[in-house]
């Protein structure tokens, strides 16, 4: 198989970025102290707002959770994000096909990014209440 040239990658990686035509806000786990118990108490906080491609079509459980990932959605995002967002982190999606959402849509980032060659691939599971 053929490697692809820097610029084949440039171009690929440029023509994926002008095709994502929604918006989300990426959020940062953080902990703000502790509860009566002693157990971290968890929130998120803004800290990019990024250009992205949703896909809200989740996964279909073929042999097993344990074999084949299960999501509710994924999101395509920008090389630059690739050192930014861990697993821990949130995605709030605020603009779909560039119109803003009456409602915005909360997602968990579940497992690592997975780099290809024209950008960055996240498995998302929906955020409920209590979650």
Known sequence: MRVFASEELSRMQMTQESAMMDQCTLLRRTTTGTD???????????????????????SREVMGASQVPVYDARL????????????????????????????????????????????LLLNLRKVTDGS
Do not use: K, W
Not at 36 to 58: I, K, L, T
Not at 90 to 104: D, G, P, Y
């Open 76 to 119: 395509r995002l920008a090389m630059e994000y690739e050192s930014l967002v861990s697993n821990v982190d949130r995605v709030r999606i605020t603009h779909r096909f560039s119109e803003a959402l009456e409602t915005a849509l909360t997602y968990n980032v579940d497992g690592l990014a997975v780099r290809g060659p024209s950008g």
């Open 36 to 58: 009566d118990y002693g157990q971290p108490v968890e929130a998120f906080v803004d800290f990019a707002v990024a250009e992205c491609g949703f896909d809200s079509r989740a």
